[in-house]
T-cell receptor, first 117, second 111 residues
Framework: GENVEQHPSTLSVQEGDSAVIKCTYS??????FPWYKQELGKGPQLIID?????GEKKDQRIAVTLNKTAKHFSLHITETQPEDSAVYFC????????????????FGQGTILTVHP | GAVVSQHPSRVICKSGTSVKIECRSL??????MFWYRQFPKQSLMLMAT?????????EQGVEKDKFLINHASLTLSTLTVTSAHPEDSSFYIC???????FGPGTRLTVL
């Protein structure tokens, strides 16, 4: 089955700096990679996702890059703010072209991001 | 994004009792919903896949007779923790949709 490794486990940055979280996956058939942000006591919130036919995707201060050959993908947060502090999870899944195949999400171990004011 | 709700948000029960958790997709229909369990400072662990109108698919090591799942409609799945014990205390989260959206979670504490 799929295995997802996430690093680092904790990340501390100063407000305004960039933060990068990296994940590697094992199953070359995986073609969908979402990132979730989880605040304490809440459910995970989808912040960005990418499919394997795209190398990079950006949404304001958040970007995700994907290297299919190396089987790794990364989350980039620029101009970090204290409200970005949370636990971030990467995940991988196989999905058919129409996005209707419900392959199971496999999650990374999580990264605790702390942004200091 | 799509909205998934859970009820209750937290529950405290005595050992030996059963607890039912509801998961609803509020603005879309979901033939498949997922149930996860999360221990403190750990990642999400998939427990089972809930399928509307058919039996749930459980992950290896998850007791299907202890964690009963019912997906009776396209917007509602329920997880019942039967004969709950303190080791069942955890954060239970459901998800649905494509992409997958998560509910707010249910904190279960078994005394």
């Amino acid at each position: 089955g799929e295995n997802v490794e996430q690093h680092p486990s904790t990340l501390s940055v100063q407000e305004g700096d960039s933060a990068v979280i990296k994940c590697t996956y094992s199953d070359s058939a995986s073609n969908y990679f979402p990132w979730y942000k989880q605040e304490l006591g809440k459910g995970p919130q989808l912040i960005i996702d990418i499919r394997s036919n795209v190398g990079e995707k950006k949404d304001q201060r958040i970007a995700v890059t994907l290297n299919k050959t190396a089987k790794h993908f990364s989350l980039h947060i620029t101009e970090t703010q204290p409200e970005d502090s949370a636990v971030y999870f990467c995940a991988a899944r196989f999905s058919n072209a129409g996005g209707t195949s419900y392959g199971k999400l496999t999650f990374g171990q999580g990264t605790i991001l702390t942004v200091h004011p | 994004g799509a909205v998934v709700s859970q009820h209750p948000s937290r529950v405290i029960c005595k050992s030996g009792t059963s607890v039912k958790i509801e998961c609803r997709s509020l603005d879309f229909q979901a033939t498949t919903m997922f149930w996860y369990r999360q221990f403190p400072k750990q990642s999400l662990m998939l427990m089972a896949t809930s399928n509307e109108g058919s039996k749930a698919t459980y992950e290896q090591g998850v007791e299907k007779d202890k964690f009963l799942i019912n997906h009776a409609s396209l917007t509602l799945s329920t997880l019942t923790v039967t004969s709950a014990h303190p080791e069942d205390s955890s954060f239970y989260i459901c998800s649905a949709g494509t992409p997958q959206y998560f509910g707010p979670g249910t904190r279960l504490t078994v005394l």
